[in-house]
């Protein structure tokens, strides 16, 4: 979808009937100590949401408002991010939203085996809610997409599955689920995560790969879950036994997501990002600080809707020359205050404070970061809550980061509160500064 867009393009009132079941029980291990203490769909991204906004503010932008979120590992965080922030549904109406940790449901295990297992667990709740079609998402990517549309397309074949799929680098393969698809896009071949990825025809270099959006007619997904929780080979998820084995059937469909992307503002091409590594989550938080950003989340066409801190405006204080409380190409969240620092390309989450003399570039910094006076930080990712001492340099020797914090492939430093009690310790005392 082109252009501005408003509100899900539905006429046959597909999304009413359907219910989406996001799966966000991973931990998301390639993000590093951001995951230590939240699962990847609850890791903050672009100023005030969480991963998981995106996939929730899509199916209720699409029309659903039915909705599962099955949880698994650390999911404290991403509970009380759900419980603040997405209690707005009206159950009388038929709306809702279930968290759905794994209890046990089937037998005595106590976790989900695989995503499909997550899905077969709940078979209960969602015959509950009576939808005639289920939409199946992955809650740890960025993008924007009018469900709708896929369920429609799904709904017109006839098939039995319909796989959202988006063009990748072969490099970027391996991660994913990749397919190949034939005449009126059905599905051919399914490899989850190949070693040595195969190209899409006429395209060399780049692949089709899942994004992890499946759409099924309800009862038939039951049935498919019912033989797959019998089958003692099988491992219960979707990538590497429900979707092979449908392909193989010859009942699986691709849906392109150039045909159901929504892109409103500026946005010339349709956005979406894997952000699991720390060099992603990095550089995705960054675009957004760029004058023209890939992805626009200034619109209220397609709201990302969260939880929202009540907080005071960000506020700048200090303007005498070396003492300027400022922001360049920056994104500076509420309850903010940049007190005679200097901040540049860098994104500020709520309650973060910056103090006199310090200066900041390309830096990520989550709730609640204090950055004492004379600190330089370049190149940097702070978890929530981390206190950055007096006069701490990061980002111009990378050797000396390395010895303290962790630094990604691509040169990104990670600094969590652990690493720098460890730094402390190491050498000799207690190395905050004083807040001013």
């Known amino acids: 979808m082109h252009g501005t867009h408003r509100g899900a393009s539905d006429p ?3 999304a009413r009937q359907s219910m989406a079941f996001v799966l966000a029980g991973g931990r998301g291990s390639r993000l590093r100590e951001l995951t230590d203490r939240r699962a990847k769909p ?8 969480r991963i998981i906004d995106f996939a929730l503010s899509n199916a209720v932008n699409s029309g659903i408002r039915r909705i599962g979120v099955a949880t698994q590992y650390k999911a404290h965080s991403l509970i009380r991010h759900l419980q603040r922030g997405w209690s707005f549904f009206n159950s009388s109406r038929g709306e809702g939203l279930d968290i759905l940790p794994a209890s046990q449901r089937v037998d005595e295990r106590n976790w989900y085996l695989g995503t499909a297992d997550a899905v077969f667990q709940n ?18 990517h ?7 549309r896929m369920i429609a397309q799904h709904v017109e074949s006839g098939a039995d599955v319909t796989v959202g799929c988006i063009e990748v680098s072969r490099e970027e393969a391996s991660a994913f689920g990749v397919m190949a698809v034939g005449d009126g896009g059905k599905i051919t071949e399914f490899l989850e995560k190949p070693a040595d990825p195969p190209e899409m025809p006429g395209r060399p270099g780049r692949c089709l790969a899942s994004m992890g959006i499946y759409v099924f007619e309800t009862a038939k997904l039951i049935d498919i879950l019912q033989a797959d929780a019998e089958d003692a080979r099988s491992e219960h ?3 590497k036994d429900i979707i092979p084995a449908l392909v193989a059937a010859g009942g699986a469909q691709a849906h392109s997501f150039s045909e159901s992307c929504v892109m409103t503002g500026d946005e010339t091409e349709p956005y979406w ?27 209220n066409d397609w709201p990302i809707w969260t939880y929202s801190e009540l907080t005071p405006p960000a506020k700048f204080v200090h303007d005498s020359d070396g003492r300027r409380g400022s922001a360049f190409n920056a994104l500076v969240s509420g309850g903010c205050i940049v007190s005679g620092s200097q901040v540049r390309e860098s994104l500020l989450f709520t309650g973060v404070k910056a103090h006199s003399y310090s200066e900041l570039r390309q830096v990520v910094a989550l709730p609640y970061v204090t950055v004492n006076r004379h600190a330089r930080l370049r190149n940097v990712v702070i978890d929530s809550g981390v206190e950055i001492p007096r006069g ?5 020797d990378r050797a000396e980061d390395a010895r303290w914090f962790r630094v990604s492939e691509g040169g990104v430093i990670l600094i969590t509160a652990d690493m720098l009690r460890r730094r402390a310790e190491a050498l000799g005392g207690e190395l905050a500064g004083v807040v001013s």
């Open 12 to 14: 046959g009132g597909l």
């Open 42 to 49: 609850a890791v903050y991204f672009g100023g005030k949401a």
């Open 123 to 140: 078979i209960d709740i969602v015959e509950g809610y009576e939808p005639k079609y289920m939409v199946i998402l992955a809650g740890d």
């Open 142 to 148: 960025i993008y924007k997409m009018d469900y709708s």
């Open 237 to 239: 998820d979707f990538g």
């Open 273 to 299: 990002r894997d952000v699991g590594t720390v060099d992603a989550f990095h550089q995705a938080n960054i675009d957004l600080t760029q004058f023209e950003p890939s992805l626009d989340i200034w619109s």
């Open 392 to 396: 701490l340099v990061v980002g111009e």
